[in-house]
């Protein structure tokens, strides 16, 4: 039976020499004469740095910890450093994507051992499997991270981080990487071209981010409580934003266009969200019975037809992934491929698929664009440091005085086209 997760090692006596001992990670530590005050502090000392090291062996580097191990080591303190919300992050996603390179290629090496040409050489597998300049950077720096980390966990020497620190990142033009097209505003007309391909409430969500500039999370977590409309300019605060950990404020100015798309959605509990799955789904269904032609004796009726526990089931809350997801989906219908956007997937060519997803990919869309389109329209009509504030981009070093003129422009922006 294993020990429970609050178990701490015993302070035992050595019979043979008499002694303090505490065994860690199967390793014995002698503490000094049993009973004694010193021994006592000695233990003290031992299991809090056991416990700082997440249970780990101690007394680092010792030049037995494999790559792989360190790569397990870190990926378990970070799903307990990078939470929001009692989540994990999307750092968790694209870390375990960086690490599968070091795992395949260098997992059995101890990671004392592992120094810039091995870093090289992993950067140069990913610039052959076409991964962009960027996010090839993006790699390296988290691999560089994990191993700053060691070094203050005591498992690699300093020496060894700082070597691959040396390692500077891809230059633009100056390396075999692909690069990536900047991301450009979507435009209006292909918004509006989408919007009857999208579900009800999804196309208002659209809407409101268009107006407003919000990030898609902010959209997605827009509760009625965290609104205050005791003004003619609403002010919307975010439960949960992205620069929070910074210390940062963030606030969007809502105007009539943006509270007229929110009236329907703020009849309910203050700390539901306003846009949901469920209610999506709900209407879907709403109006897919409306259209039915068979008569309710016969056939499936409304709640008969559901599986009893089905794997999926719409949930309360969007997330960008979803989100995102679901305008994507929009855009396949509203931009079908000439020739194959009838077709099912496991019946084409690879040559098909690979032509399918071409086309998706110039037709596709995605919530960021709308963020892009309403921060270019801002900054044309009210000035740089208007788009600034709207956006929530103003620096940790703004002074209190350069905000409150910004934020007059942002409500001035809100009256008259939010």
Not at 153 to 168: D, K, N, T
Request: proline share 6%; aromatic share 8%; hydrophobic share 35%.
């Amino acid at each position: 039976m294993p020990w429970p997760s609050n178990h701490l090692p015993k302070y035992r006596k050595h019979r043979g020499s008499g002694q303090a001992v505490v065994t860690l990670n199967g390793r014995d530590f002698y503490l000094g004469p049993h009973s004694t005050k010193a021994s006592k502090l000695e233990y003290d000392r031992l299991i809090g740095e056991w416990l700082a090291s997440g249970r780990n062996s101690l007394h680092g580097p010792t030049g037995e910890t494999t790559v792989v191990e360190l790569c397990t080591r870190y990926l378990q303190f970070a799903k307990g450093y990078y939470r929001k919300n009692g989540r994990n992050t999307n750092v968790i996603p694209a870390l375990k994507c960086s690490l599968r390179y070091l795992r395949e290629w260098y997992g059995k090496q101890p990671a004392v051992e592992f120094g810039p040409l091995a870093l090289k050489a992993v950067r140069e597998r990913m610039v052959e499997e076409g991964l962009s300049r960027r996010y090839i950077n993006d790699h390296i720096d988290r691999i560089k991270r994990m191993f700053k980390w060691a070094v203050a966990e005591e498992l690699v020497p300093s020496s060894v981080a700082q070597a691959l620190f040396a390692v500077s990142g891809l230059r633009k033009g100056r390396s075999g990487a692909r690069e990536t097209e900047a991301i450009l505003p979507v435009d209006d007309a292909i918004v509006e071209a989408t919007l009857p391909c999208l579900p009800e409430v999804v196309a208002d969500m659209v809407r409101l981010q268009r107006i407003t500039a919000m990030r898609p999370a902010e959209v997605c977590i827009l509760r009625p409580c965290d609104l205050d409309r005791a003004s003619d300019i609403w002010l919307y605060r975010p439960g949960s934003h992205k620069t929070e950990h910074h210390g940062r404020d963030r606030v969007v100015t809502l105007g009539p266009n943006s509270q007229g798309i929110l009236l329907r959605y703020l009849a309910r509990d203050p700390q539901t969200f306003c846009f949901r799955p469920c209610d999506s789904e709900q209407k879907r269904r709403a109006l897919k019975h409306s259209d039915r032609k068979t008569p309710l004796n016969c056939g499936n009726r409304p709640g008969k037809n559901g599986k009893p526990k089905p794997k999926r089931t719409a949930g309360d809350q969007y997330d960008s992934c979803s989100y995102r997801r679901a305008i994507h989906r929009a855009c396949d219908k509203a931009f079908p491929h000439p020739e194959l956007g009838s077709k099912v997937r496991k019946d084409m060519t690879d040559a098909q698929v690979a032509e399918l997803k071409n086309w998706q990919s110039d037709h596709h869309w995605s919530p960021n664009q709308l963020r892009h389109a309403a921060a270019t329209e801002i900054r044309r009509e009210f000035g740089l440091e208007a788009a600034q504030v709207v956006l929530g981009h103003s620096s940790a070093n703004v002074t209190q005085v350069y905000a409150e003129r910004d934020f007059a422009k942002a409500l001035e922006y809100a009256r008259r086209r939010g």
